[in-house]
């Protein structure tokens, strides 16, 4: 079946620019998790989606980072003027709910943000 | 927090030749451990988890991982490496302090297999 799908693959923006990356999950799944890549920092938790639950955004580093997620499927990773330490490679993830966390997150191609 | 480390930064191994990658874990309670690889310009592929039960967890491409409670390891293991397995390689671990299944991972570990 499909796997997560995330666009655009890459981004080049200039700082000071808004830019919206989007993550399609598995169908079925209604976890969804927000998380990025960078050289310093290895790889970071972002932010939860789960169902309808308001989500779990403590790993944004910063309030120019906001999500959504419209009708419990696809999200949405807005990232507002841009700065130059956001370069990363940005990664969406996807599982179904079950209890104890067991869960096997699948993850997406990323999207590869530049900021000039 | 939890978290996981591994203690290398690269490990070159011969084609055919056994190859593992280290990982340890610091939790508290039960520790479900993942390992991802991920090839060039990829994103995370799963490889295998352990949740419970037998210590030796089989996973894709022939790759399987023990899991040792006393020395709080979770090593990645393949008898044969091929070529076609470099590739980074990321141990995580289900960050329980925050209830909501984020992982934690380590740095990850460039494997290089040498034909």
């Known amino acids: 079946g499909a796997g997560v799908s995330q666009s655009p693959s890459n981004k080049v923006t200039e700082k000071g620019k808004d830019v919206e990356l989007r993550c399609d999950p598995i169908s079925g799944h209604t976890a969804l998790y927000w998380y990025r890549q960078s050289l310093g920092q290895g790889l970071e938790f972002l932010i939860y989606?789960?169902?309808?639950?308001?989500?779990?955004k403590s790993g944004l580093p910063s309030d120019r980072f906001s999500a959504e997620r419209t009708g419990g499927s696809v999200s949405t990773l807005t990232i507002q003027r841009t700065q130059q330490e956001d370069s990363a490679v940005y990664l969406c993830a996807s599982s179904r709910r079950t209890s104890g966390g067991t869960d096997t997150q699948y993850f997406g191609p990323g999207t590869r943000l530049t900021v000039l | 927090a939890q978290s996981v480390a591994q203690p290398e930064d690269q490990v070159n191994v011969a084609e055919g030749n056994p190859l593992t990658v280290k990982c340890t874990y610091s939790v508290s309670g039960n520790p479900y451990l993942f390992w991802y690889v991920q090839y060039p310009n990829r994103g995370l592929q799963f490889l295998l988890k352990?949740?419970?039960?037998?210590?030796l967890v089989k996973g894709s491409y022939g790759f399987e991982a023990e899991f040792n409670k006393s020395q709080t390891s979770f090593h990645l293991k393949k008898p044969s490496a091929l070529v076609s397995d470099s590739a980074l390689y990321f141990c995580a671990v289900r960050d329980t302090v925050y209830g909501n299944n984020r992982l934690a991972f380590g740095k990850g570990n460039q494997v290089v297999v040498i034909p």
């Open positions: 989606f789960q169902g309808n639950s308001a989500p779990d």
């Open positions: 352990y949740i419970t039960g037998d210590n």
